[in-house]
């Protein structure tokens, strides 16, 4: 995966990093985690995106250049991990909500809790973060110059198997259908509509 396969709008992206994989090395040991469930966020033209109002210190990493990652503290309690997209100064980054463990689960585990079940292990984006070991000093990794957190391709993923629907907990632009996931999938996290939600023009 190079820069110019990420160097789109987040919601062509975002259904294409399914089935990419996120690794992270680290003196523990590694971790590698198959991508099952994103979520695109479209910068200033997107309500819900951290970018909606332009630039600040916070989401600086957003404006680009692609193939960065962008981290943040969701409700100050869990590290969300996304992956900026689209072209250098547009704010557009893919939420990675939901994966599957293919190596270092031991270690996933152990981030996690030791009676975390396999499916669970890196489901929901917070859960994700913290089996792969993720947290505030990776925002602006660059994930193509082979950093101790990289991603890199999977097995393609079919078409068939790729659902899309709206984004989960979010109270604005929540019933755009910007979240792509595998069906069937037991990694997937859950669908939760946020109480504060409201209708909006669909995207």
């Not at 590694?30 to 819900?48: F, K, L, N, Q, W």
């Amino acid at each position: 995966m190079n820069v110019e396969d990420l160097a789109h709008p987040a919601e062509e992206v975002a259904s294409k990093l399914l089935g990419a994989i996120l690794t992270h090395e680290t003196p523990e040991g590694t971790v590698r985690i198959t991508i099952t469930e994103t979520e695109a966020y479209s910068g200033a033209a997107d309500p819900a995106s951290h970018a909606y109002r332009g630039r600040t210190p916070r989401n600086a990493v957003m404006f680009g250049p692609a193939g960065r990652l962008y981290v943040y503290r969701s409700h100050g309690l869990h590290w969300c991990a996304n992956i900026v997209t689209g072209a250098d100064g547009i704010a557009t980054a893919v939420l990675i909500r939901a994966g599957r463990v293919i190596e270092g689960e031991d270690l996933a585990r152990k981030r996690r809790g030791s009676k975390v079940e396999s499916p669970r292990l890196a489901r929901g984006p917070g859960n994700f973060c913290q089996a792969l070991g993720i947290t505030a000093e990776h925002n602006g990794t660059d994930l193509l110059t082979g950093a101790s957190v990289a991603l890199s391709e999977g097995e393609p993923v079919p078409a068939a198997l790729i659902r899309v629907g709206p984004r989960v907990g979010v109270s604005k632009a929540h019933d755009w259908q910007h979240r792509f996931y595998l069906a069937g999938d037991p990694t997937v996290s859950a669908y939760r509509l946020s109480p504060r939600a409201k209708p909006s023009a669909g995207a």
